[in-house]
């Protein structure tokens, strides 16, 4: 009898070990962390949310969604928490309680994704395929409740320190003013916007000390009357080069274009388009690293936290130094000074030229790639192809990156310099985030 009730015991047992493995294949699956974030990018291109403000929906996101691994595996990954001066620490997961952490990383993802994104909401049908996964695998009833209760508050923790971060504050502050200048920035055909976000230099960054801490020189001063002047010779290569792109020069323009709402005109016709912002390009790089170097789910939720971090604080920065510098772009001083039927070959976006955008945060983000997945990795880049636009293949992040900013001189929206310079000051952010962000314990 008593053999007989310990062949049963082992059968349970054995029955049980696999439904836990089962349900843990799909839970813990580093796939479905990227099928998430590309989630949420999906839904951050659906509702025009412009480039700074996405980089805030993935970093919160993200930094959610790391706290609860973190706290998980204590002595594989530490806490954001003090790293990130202003982070207060995530409450302990309760002991004696089952907790598929992975499973929780995924829902507080998605529960913060949710709160940041409008319209707020936008994730629950999402978040209840999850849920539905993760009972469909077996996961037992106990452990989703406590991955479920746990994941909520770790979330709610995140999105109340999200709240002091100067974003609500800067919804009300005051309006650009546009001042008619030689040499200062105007909007620009064929939307004439006002200025995109020039509070954004406001927002609490995560690693940088502040916006101002990674300087930039002056620009060349505006002169269009010697033709010997570096800015003179900045515009007419501009042109000049828009004039004679080749075949490939038009690819890389179009493949970073990255317009998260692009006005098309038509004759009397007007519609929008819709693509990726940048850094939603670069959460689709980051998810590409992570399938190519086979990495476990801790690993990539790492990799996509440090960059979308590197990300936030590029696109303070930047948009710090691009309000202070109040530089016009190319398309400007051409259609005034030298020829007015000509356009860039990519519309140009509505704030100020220097620094270039794309230079600062494909630097910023390529360093904290090459710093998880190595350098000198190569991959090819095919998360344009749902625009039509056909795949690149790069040597490395770095390589990419650079070549994100020389597509912005080729695009016809920036002058070289601007785009020379935001790549040195988007290297200097991704090598601080790497320094001073240590999540990983070795």
């Not at 948009?319 to 772009?329: E, T």
């Not at 749902?386 to 900013?405: C, D, M, N, V, Y």
Request: contains cysteine; charged residues 20%; glycine residues 6%.
């Amino acid at each position: 009898m008593n053999r007989f009730l310990l062949l049963i015991a082992g059968v349970i047992l054995v029955f049980t070990s696999c439904k836990k493995a089962d349900y843990q294949k799909v839970t813990h699956d580093p796939e479905l962390y990227r099928v998430t974030v590309k989630k949420l990018n999906d839904i951050v291109l659906e509702n025009n949310f412009p480039p700074v403000i996405a980089s805030r929906n993935y970093v919160y996101a993200n930094i959610a969604a790391y706290e609860v691994i973190a706290a998980g595996d204590p002595q594989h990954y530490r806490s954001l928490a003090g790293q990130i001066k202003h982070l207060p620490a995530a409450p302990k997961p309760e002991q004696g309680k089952e907790i598929d952490f992975q499973f929780a990383s995924l829902l507080s993802f998605c529960f913060v994704g949710n709160a940041v994104t409008f319209p707020e909401g936008s994730m629950f049908s999402y978040i209840d395929e999850l849920k539905k996964k993760a009972k469909d695998a077996g996961m037992p009833s106990d452990v989703f409740k406590n991955s479920v209760a746990y994941s909520d508050t770790v979330a709610k923790h995140i999105l109340k320190w999200s709240k002091k971060d100067h974003y609500a504050q800067t919804r009300s502050a005051s309006k650009y003013t546009v001042t008619r200048k030689d040499g200062r920035w105007i909007p620009t055909p064929p939307m004439y916007a006002q200025a995109l976000e020039p509070h954004w230099g406001e927002i609490r960054p995560m690693v940088l000390d502040s916006a101002s801490q990674i300087p930039a020189p002056e620009p060349p001063p505006y002169n269009m009357t010697d033709k010997n002047s570096v800015f003179y010779k900045s515009v007419m290569e501009v042109k000049q080069l828009g004039d004679s792109l080749t075949a490939d020069q038009k690819h890389m323009a179009d493949f970073w274009d990255d317009n998260a709402f692009k006005m098309n005109v038509v004759g009397h016709a007007m519609f929008a388009t819709k693509k990726f912002g940048p850094a939603g390009h670069w959460m689709n790089i980051a998810g590409i690293g992570s399938k190519m170097k086979n990495a476990d789910f801790g690993t990539t939720v790492v990799a996509y936290t440090q960059a979308s971090i590197a990300l936030f604080d590029a696109f303070i920065n930047c948009w710090y130094v691009k309000y202070k510098a109040n530089s016009v772009r190319p398309e400007t001083v051409i259609t005034k000074l030298i020829d007015p039927d000509w356009r860039p070959r990519i519309q140009t976006p509505p704030f100020p030229e220097y620094i270039s955008g794309h230079a600062v945060i494909s630097a910023a983000a390529a360093e904290t790639l090459t710093h998880n997945f190595g350098d000198n990795m190569a991959y090819t880049d095919a998360s344009e192809s749902e625009f039509g636009i056909p795949a690149r293949t790069f040597t490395s992040f770095r390589a990419a990156a650079q070549e994100a900013a020389l597509s912005r001189v080729y695009g016809g929206i920036h002058y070289k310099n601007a785009c020379i310079i935001g790549s040195m000051s988007g290297r200097k952010i991704g090598q601080l985030v790497n320094e001073r962000l240590k999540l990983k314990i070795k």
